[in-house]
């Protein structure tokens, strides 16, 4: 059986030089020898990775395709989908990690071979680990002929990084290249709905999530004695099913069907219920299921399906069980699920309510809610009190989320709370609320309801310091204005010269420069902006945007190797049209490399990173390296360029380029004070808190 050449697209091609899609096309335009397509359409070719990998090397522009970039182009330009090709690399990782050694034995055959023999292999781990159902899984030797390659290299690469590392990084391809095609929970909100719902003391729990997705919330758990899963797509479960079998030692079970209509676990107890449900659906199973007995609390409305979806999850839950969902902020106050409402709070199942801050989750435009619920237990005490969390105030994006801060902030009130089922009032971020102050004709559960957020300011004392360090960044400011600018030939007679006329110096473009190795370029990609143990810092794109300290975290076994910073790096970001580029510090130094940023590690003997940087900040200069599609800008940062100039000079250039840096750092600090003060003096004296 002939090895199959694997296909890689244009973003691909991309990927691996390290550039943007718009090079990609200028290649194909200037290069007669760039190779041919060999499938896909006419508006998204593919080529063969070897013959790209062969061209790239001939130009200059690739050392090496590192492995798991090949298995991913495998996987990408897998012949029956990238689907098919992340279970069979499952399957085979998870032989991998469970039976070390038969794989050697086994992969030791010819493709042809192997492909007829793994099957028995396969089946064998598969029912050991995910039960005589999912055996199903198992594929022919037929369907796994073209699979072969990429089963060898994925082996590999789990030698290399793990297997669980390994099936971690494929799987995050696939997501991020179909983002419309998953509904993802991000691992930030998956941890602390894990912490919420940890059992205090007892074995390790049974946990089931009924609307399973991509596994994202049970694979948060810590220490888990079983698994159950369910979800609609027989793919995605299937998938779920192999990464979690990867990522625990627990007994997985997970199944294929709509949980509310052909529930897999109608007599499952579990210990733990975490829930991330389809919001706002209005075909859910509202007229077949009218005297279905899991509605203990009233039967939802067709528009609460959320509400369906809390009493399924109540209905497996055991006495003293607990269950967090993820819901949206409507289904605190919708008046057609008002009933319900106020019986899970008479009978205290509800038990506590916490706003997240938008961007949390998507949707990314909302801040969502987790409600947490425990199962009433024959012979205890109803709580008569609701904690109210928000952690909506200081934290607003998608980017400039502190995941750390806001599970801090959530678990510091909850621990207390679950404790002594009250806890004391935290102005404005949380609150345990009398349920009686609740049961009005709304029932609205709305944290901002009931937890006026404080002044901005902070009082009169407060406003008074912020006025003063106002007034202090202001005098900074003008201490940091720049002199008065000079023509360049003015500028060069007073140095010394009244006869000569500035010359603008030849240029040269940042790919000659990494091709000769007076820089090296590096693209950032790995981590995600979570919290989940000890994390390494991340600078992401928006902490380049708003000159801060990074603000992102990289969670401990990441799939993808980081790039690090180190002092003197050159920063830039390659997504939306702007002129920007940021010098590492010592103080940024060793956090990750974040997404859509390019990294220019320059040879301090050749070049002077102040003057690398504010050259790249010229616009021009990023207008002529920018491409420009329908939905955004992309600056492709080997065709900025710099003029020839030895190092003193740039280092003379490098000086004032540093100096305009602080001024400008100096102006956003003091705009932001201003913004504080004028908030909170509208809010002093709007709450009476400041005199007029």
Not at 182 to 202: F, S
Request: charged share 20%.
């Amino acid at each position: 059986m002939p090895e199959r050449t694997a296909e890689v697209t244009a973003a691909g091609i991309a990927r691996l030089a390290g550039v943007g899609r718009a090079a990609v096309s200028n290649w194909r335009r200037r290069h007669a020898d760039f190779p041919r397509p060999v499938g896909g359409t006419e508006t998204s070719p593919s080529f063969a990775l070897a013959d790209v990998e062969g061209w790239l090397r001939a130009q200059g522009k690739l050392d090496e395709v590192p492995l798991r970039e090949r298995v991913w182009q495998q996987v990408a330009g897998h012949p029956a989908g990238a689907v098919t090709a992340l279970a069979h690399a499952g399957c085979v990782l998870l032989l991998v990690r469970d039976r070390s050694s038969a794989w050697p034995k086994l992969a030791a055959v010819s493709d042809e071979r192997l492909a007829e023999t793994l099957p028995v292999a396969l089946e064998e781990v598969l029912t050991e680990r995910l039960g005589v159902e999912r055996s199903v899984l198992t594929p022919s030797p037929a369907e796994l002929g073209p699979s072969v390659p990429l089963l060898r290299g994925a082996a590999e690469l789990a030698a290399e990084i793990g297997a669980r590392q390994a099936f971690e990084f494929l799987l995050g391809r696939h997501l991020d290249a179909n983002p419309r095609q998953y509904t993802l929970t991000p691992p930030g909100p998956a941890a602390l709905m894990a912490a919420l719902a940890a059992p205090t003391e007892g074995p390790r729990p049974t946990v089931l999530d009924p609307a399973s997705g991509t596994g994202t919330l049970l694979r948060a758990v810590e220490h888990p004695g079983a698994l159950h899963g369910q979800d609609t797509d027989p793919d995605l479960a299937a998938l779920t099913a192999l990464r979690l079998a990867l990522a625990s030692d627990a007994d997985i079970r997970v199944r294929t069907g709509d949980s509310l209509r052909a529930d897999a676990f109608p007599h499952l107890t579990a210990d733990t219920v975490l829930c991330h449900p389809p919001f706002n659906e209005r075909n859910w199973g509202h007229d077949e299921l009218a005297y279905d007995p899991r509605w203990e609390y009233g039967f939802p409305a067709r528009t609460e399906s959320e509400l369906a979806w809390v009493q399924h999850a109540l209905a497996r839950l055991r006495p003293g069980g607990t269950a967090v969902l993820l819901m949206p902020p409507a289904a605190a106050s919708r008046r057609s699920g008002r009933r319900i409402r106020a019986d899970l709070l008479r009978r205290g199942a509800l038990r506590a309510v916490v706003a997240l801050p938008a961007g949390a989750a998507p949707p990314y435009g909302i801040p969502l809610h987790l409600w947490v619920l425990r199962k009433p237990a024959a012979g205890v005490t109803v709580s008569p009190e609701l904690l109210l969390v928000d952690t909506t105030a200081d934290h607003v994006g998608r980017d400039k989320l502190d995941w750390q801060a806001v599970h801090t902030a959530v678990l510091d009130a909850w621990l207390p709370f679950d404790k002594h089922g009250t806890v004391t009032e935290t102005p404005g971020a949380s609150r345990s609320v009398p349920v009686i102050e609740l049961l009005d004709d709304d029932v609205d559960l709305a944290p901002a309801r009931h937890l006026p957020p404080p002044a901005a300011g902070g009082g009169a004392a407060e406003l008074l310091a912020v006025r003063d360090r106002l007034a202090e960044t202001l005098g900074r400011t003008v201490a940091l204005t720049p002199p008065p600018a000079l023509p360049a030939d003015a500028a060069t007679r007073a140095a010394g010269d009244p006869t000569a006329a500035a010359a603008r110096p030849t240029g040269v473009t940042v790919g000659e420069l990494a091709r000769t190795g007076a820089l090296e370029l590096r693209a950032g990609g790995a981590g995600t902006t979570s919290f989940t143990g000890a994390p390494t810092r991340v600078l992401t794109e928006n902490d380049v945007f708003a000159a801060q300290p990074p603000s992102g975290t990289l969670p401990d076994g990441a799939p993808e190797e980081p790039v690090l910073l180190a002092p003197g790096d050159v920063v830039v970001p390659v997504l939306g049209g702007g002129s920007l580029a940021r010098v590492v510090d010592t103080a940024t130094a060793g956090a990750a490399l974040g997404r859509n940023l390019q990294l220019l590690r320059p040879d301090p003997a050749a070049l002077d990173p102040w003057f690398l940087a504010g050259f790249l900040r010229g616009t021009t200069n990023t207008r002529q390296a920018s491409s420009y599609a329908s939905t955004a800008t992309r600056l492709d940062v080997r065709r900025l360029q710099l003029p020839r100039l030895p190092l003193t000079e740039q280092q003379r250039y490098g000086e004032r380029f540093r100096a305009l840096a602080e001024f400008e750092d100096a102006l956003r600090l003091a705009g932001r004070i201003g913004e504080q003060l004028v908030q909170g003096l509208f809010d002093g004296l709007a709450d009476g808190t400041v005199a007029p």
